[in-house]
């Protein structure tokens, strides 16, 4: 069952919409609304959300703003956005967000509803190809490899830069892949070497590369420009490049959207062929000379699974290499790791009230990825980061309608909430009673 999320400061749209999906004949599981981008936000930290049906603007945080953050939440999270304008910028925006669809209003319902329909259906199916695979296969099924001209060039460029490009023929050939960046980065996916408990032939080595290399490329393939190939030891590379335009465009967040494909390939490739993939992912550097180093910086995030067993993205850029004259031992990682959830959590303690206080300040502030801190900071005390925030800043609502004679709206803005509805909605899930029965 799907679970949808409609996003708009006008209540009747939302009313609208929410009797359209009902009655849609979909296999819908909850409805959830939201009148503002802060609420849904919590909505989408809070609840399991397969589809976000968002207005582009709306009041303090505009659509655009929750695509972005939803996208750090849970990137696996599809979005339709909604407008009454047909701005060229604004749907530029959210197709590289992601975005499934970009629909003008007033809408029509048939339109809306082919759009969720479309959306949720091939949410739930693998590709075609992908579905043969796991549905079982004869011997005869051939797997071909990907780009077999180019896989052992692109390999020989991780390895060696200098050696392809000062070939004339291997610069021809990447020429031929448009690979000219010239900002570029890898990410590497390691497959288990135990599947189940047991290791598995080569046979079905070939098949599991095969099938995760499938769903790498279709999710690539819908908003990256790279180049997806094998490469030995029983992985996959990704080889992303960006021009100096789009990387100018969004620089300061690139970074976090290389996180968000991390965690996206990581939940897809489970999800369809229930493995625990390890992803390294490298920094952002200008040059094909640079690919060694950034192939390198890849295969090293990736040996941090040996330390985080039980985590399965790493960026290289988080952490701290430099710190160290040698990769750092299981002592020196305790006290680092414990370091930067302490400086969270004081961060957390100051700012909690903040309006729209979010995960990658947060993260900023630290000097590392949203997905990183989540992890450590789940793993250090328990309870999620947000979970965290919601806790002090119910703890401070209660003691405020306890202990004064302020008004829901005034203990809402103390607390970092837009609207007294939503505040009134997060308090009763957190006490099992809203505030005015708190009062009483």
Same mark, same amino acid.
């Given at each position: ?375 450590? %900071? ?44 939503? %505040? ?17």
């Amino acid at each position: 069952m799907f679970n949808i999320l409609v996003v708009d400061d006008e209540p009747l749209i939302c009313k609208g919409l929410s009797s359209l999906l009902a009655s849609s004949g979909l296999d819908i599981g909850h409805i959830y609304t939201a009148s503002s981008g802060f609420e849904a936000l919590d909505c989408v930290r809070m609840e399991e959300i397969d589809l976000l049906v968002t207005d582009i603007q709306m009041g303090a945080m505009s659509g655009i703003e929750l695509m972005q953050h939803a996208k750090l939440a849970k990137p696996w999270v599809q979005t339709i956005v909604i407008s009454a304008h047909e701005t060229f910028q604004y749907a530029q925006m959210a197709v590289r967000l992601g975005a499934k669809d970009y629909l003008i209003k007033p809408l029509n319902s048939e339109q809306f509803l082919d759009s969720v329909r479309n959306v949720l259906l091939k949410m739930d199916k693998p590709s075609p190809e992908l579905a043969t695979l796991m549905s079982g296969i004869g011997e005869s099924f051939r797997l071909e490899e990907p780009l077999p001209a180019y896989s052992q060039l692109l390999n020989a460029l991780l390895a060696d830069p200098g050696i392809v490009i000062g070939d004339e023929e291997g610069m021809r050939k990447l020429d031929d892949l448009q690979l000219k960046g010239p900002y570029f980065s890898v990410t590497k996916l390691k497959l288990p070497g135990v599947v189940l408990g047991k290791k598995y032939n080569a046979r079905d080595s070939g098949l599991l590369r095969y099938g995760v290399l499938n769903i790498a490329k279709e999710l690539l393939d819908q908003e990256w420009n790279s180049i997806a190939f094998y490469s030995p030891g029983e992985e996959i590379t990704v080889i992303i490049q960006w021009d100096e335009k789009s990387y100018e465009e969004s620089a300061a967040g690139q970074v976090g959207r290389l996180d968000m494909l991390g965690r996206s390939l990581h939940f897809n490739i489970h999800k369809y062929l229930h493995l625990n993939v390890v992803i390294g992912i490298s920094q952002i550097l200008k040059g094909l000379s640079f690919m060694e180093v950034l192939n390198r910086q890849a295969s090293k995030a990736i040996l941090w699974n040996k330390e985080h067993n039980d985590h399965y993205v790493f960026y290289y850029g988080d952490f701290n290499w430099n710190n160290y004259t040698a990769d750092p031992s299981a002592e020196e990682l305790h006290t680092r790791s414990n370091l930067i959830v302490q400086k969270a959590k004081e961060y957390i303690d100051e700012n909690y009230a903040q309006k729209g206080l979010t995960i990658h300040e947060v993260a900023k502030k630290n000097h590392v990825s949203p997905n990183y801190l989540s992890y450590l %900071f789940k793993k250090n005390t328990g309870h999620n980061l947000w979970e965290y925030v919601i806790k002090l800043r119910m703890e401070d609502s209660r003691e405020m309608i306890l202990h004064t004679d302020l008004r829901r709206y005034e203990i809402a803005e103390r607390v970092g909430y837009e609207s007294p509805e939503h %505040f009134s909605k997060i308090f009763k899930k957190y006490y099992g009673i809203s505030p005015s029965e708190l009062k009483k």
